[in-house]
C-alpha cells in the first residue's frame, strides 16, 4: 500500500511527471508566499522533514537549494533556513489568483500536475495562488462574488472543477473573473480543454502510417467518465474509417472487462490481441488509457513480446516503461503550459473588457514519439519535415518547457 505523506494539509504523491522533491518546492513556495512564516523567521530544517516525510534528507535538501536559488531562503549553517522574501521577484505581489478542486480530484494526477503549472504561471505574473478545496454542490451560489469562497484581494478563479455560476462576470458588481480549465464534455464558460477526440484520431491516423494494418482499440473501463472513453473511442473509429480499415468490435466489447492490475486479466487480454495480428502482419494497441497501455506493455514484455517490434502500444498521456526508465511509452499531451496561459489571458480579459473573447479553446495535443511505436512501412509523410514531433525529454519534470519548445511549435511561430 502507498505510504501517505502529507505537509501542511498537501498530500506528496508517486507522480511520472513530478517528484517529490518538486512537489515539496511547490508547497513550501505556495506556504511562503500565502505568508505562514514572516521575514526572517526559521523554517523547518531540512532533518526534520526528512523524519517527518519518512525522505531521504537529499530530497528535502534540492527543494530548499531551489528555494534558496531564487530568493526565497537564505541558509545560515547550522542555525537552519530562514525566510527572505516572500515575493523575490517583485517588492509585492500584484494579486492573488483562486483557484478551485474539488475533493475527489485532489489526488488526481492531472490535477497535481496543473497545480504545478499554475503555480509557475502565477509566478510570472506576480500572482499568488490560493487554492480551495470543496464540495461545489456545498458552496454558496455565487461562488465567484467578491469576497465570499475568496477573499477581496483575489483578482480572478481558475477552476479546475466544474460548477453552475450563478453570478456571470460582466453581469453583478463584485463578481470575480472566471476561466475554467476542464475536459471537453464538462461544463463551464469560458473553457479552455485539450482535443481529445482529435487527439486519439491523431494518433491513430498516425499509428496506420507506420505500417500497421492491424490497430486494435483496448477501452479502459476504469476511466472515471463514460464520455471520456466515448470521446476516445469515436477519434479511433473515425481515423479507422478514413483508412479503410475495421475495427475489431468484439476484441473491443472484451476490453472493456479487463483489470489493469490482474496480470492474468491482462495477459489473456493481450494474447487476443496478438493472434488477431497473426495473418495482418504487425499488430498495434491504441490504449484507451495511459494505464492500459502500462499494463500491456508490462505483460507483453514479461511475455517475451518484443514492444515495439512485435506490437505497438500508444495512448494518450505519456510514461517511463516500467523496469526502463529510459523508454518512454507514445503518446499524445497537450502543452500544458499554454493551456493555464490561455486561462490566464481569459481571466485579463475579463478584467479589461468586462468579457472573454472565448466560449471555449480546444488545444491540439503533441505527439510524442516515445518507443513503442516502430515504423513498418516507407510512407514519405513519416520524415520529420513532414511529420513534425516533439520527443520527450527522459526527464518527465520538463514535459511542459519540452511540448511548448518543441521545432514544431517554433516552426509555427515562424
Known sequence: MTKIRTLFGKKLLPHHMLNFSEQLYDILVREIELGRWQ???RLPGVIQLARELDFGTKTIQTAYDRLKREGYVRALGYRGTFL??????????AGKLGVLISPEDTDDPLTLWYQHVILQTAKKRNLIPETKVLPVHLAAADIN???????DDVLGILSLTSWQMAVRFG????????AFLLPPFAAGRPKVCADIEEAYHELTTRVIRYGHRCV?????????DPRQSELHRKGYLQAMRENGLGAEESLICASQAVNNSHPSSVTGHLREILQKGKSTGPVAVVAGSLGRAMALTRAALAEGVRVPEELGIVSIGSAPVEGDPHRQITGMLPDFDAMVEMCMEMIQQQRDKGRSDFTEVRFRMHFIRGHTLACHGSD???FPEHLPENILSHDPASLSRAVANSPARSREKG
Do not use: M, T, W, Y
Not at 84 to 93: D, F, L, T, V
Open 380 to 382: 514519405p509523410f513519416l
Open 145 to 151: 462574488r467578491r469576497g465570499r469562497l475568496f477573499g
Open 39 to 41: 521575514i526572517n523567521e
Open 216 to 224: 486494435i482499440f483496448s477501452e479502459d473501463s476504469v476511466e472515471p
Open 84 to 93: 527572505k522574501s516572500r515575493h523575490p521577484q517583485a517588492a509585492a505581489a
Open 171 to 178: 453581469e453583478v458588481e463584485g463578481a470575480l473573473p472566471v
